[in-house]
């Protein structure tokens, strides 16, 4: 069946560091890739998304590329802010099958 | 603007006792689904329905039961509540899109069963 595997954390960086989250899956077909981010107490919302292969999602500075050779989508930003502080999840949308496949979740804290 | 809402956010209950999450929401999403969110099994998927009258098993449905009688609402009940269903709730919707969905969430609801 389907999966997703993301990096463990949690991750603590300081602001301004650079951040990347892994993230590879396993599917057949050809799914839809995205990452949502649950900010304390909150439920998940939609980070970015790729539909298909060697697309780019991008969404308030935070990239992920679909790459289909090595079943990654990797989470990068630049430049980390304190508000950035959330658990961040990995998931994949297998065509036809209406649900979607989530990653364990990692934590990202960002210190001042 | 549309949305999802989760009720009661928080809520503690017995073992034994059946208990019942309510979940609603305005997107006019065909596709509803209930999680269970717990320390390191991220989201595990309880129940889904992709319309009305239609329901289906998750991976962990054990103990979990749901109906769907209008788009707007997919109530989840536990039957009999247990100390392990003692977790964090999360209904979400999506449209049918095929392959491409995206799901919405509601805000969770934290459960105690003592």
């Known amino acids: 069946g389907d999966s997703v595997t993301q990096m463990e954390g949690p991750v603590t960086l300081s602001e301004e560091a650079f951040l990347t989250i892994n993230c590879t899956y396993t599917?057949?077909?050809?799914?839809?890739l995205f990452w949502y981010v649950q900010y304390p107490g909150e439920g998940l919302q939609l980070l970015l998304k790729?539909?298909?292969?060697?697309d780019k999602g991008s969404n308030k500075g935070f990239e992920a590329t679909y790459r289909k050779e090595t079943t990654s989508f990797h989470l990068e930003k630049g430049s980390v802010q304190v508000s950035d502080s959330a658990v961040y999840f990995c998931?994949?949308?297998?065509?036809?099958?209406?649900?979607?496949?989530f990653g364990d979740g990692t934590t990202l804290t960002v210190k001042p | 603007d549309a949305e999802i809402t989760q009720s009661p956010r928080h809520k503690i209950t017995e073992t034994g006792r059946q208990v019942t999450l309510a979940c609603h929401q305005t997107?006019?999403?065909?596709?509803m689904f209930w999680y269970r969110q717990d320390l390191g099994h991220g989201l595990r998927l309880i129940h889904y329905?992709?319309?009305?009258?239609?329901?289906n098993k998750g991976e962990v449905s054990d103990g979990y039961s749901v109906s769907r009688s209008n788009t707007e609402d997919l109530p989840l009940t536990l039957e009999s509540a247990a100390s392990s269903q003692t977790s964090v709730y999360f209904c979400?919707?999506?449209?049918?899109?095929?392959?491409?969905?995206?799901?919405?969430f509601g805000p969770g609801t934290r459960l105690l069963v003592l």
């Open positions: 979400a919707s999506s449209e049918s899109a095929g392959g491409q969905e995206t799901q919405y």
């Open positions: 599917a057949t077909g050809y799914p839809s």
């Open positions: 790729a539909t298909k292969a060697d």
């Open positions: 998931a994949l949308s297998n065509t036809n099958a209406g649900k979607s496949t």
């Open positions: 997107w006019n999403h065909n596709n």
């Open positions: 329905s992709y319309g009305v009258q239609d329901t």
